[in-house]
């Protein structure tokens, strides 16, 4: 009863959900993604794998240098 009671007390509104993330580059194909990156002077990022070739990239191992 208590929970009813509790329940009863919350509008509609504040049963939405908060608005979805969105992420400034989200979107962009393999190839301008990686011309987006911002990266250190001297550093490039090179595309060497994108979708659809990797759908669900699930085995990624990351050293204490961090390299992928």
Do not use: H, W, Y
Not at 24 to 49: D, I, N, S, V, W
């Amino acid at each position: 009863m208590a929970v009813g009671g509790l329940l009863a007390g919350v509008s509609a509104a504040d049963n939405e959900l908060p608005p979805i993330e969105t992420f400034k580059f989200a979107g962009l194909p393999p190839e301008q993604a990686a011309k987006e990156m911002t990266l250190p002077a001297g550093f490039k990022a090179t595309l060497f794998a994108g979708e659809p070739d990797v759908k669900q990239p699930i085995a990624v191992a990351i050293d204490d240098r961090g390299r992928l």
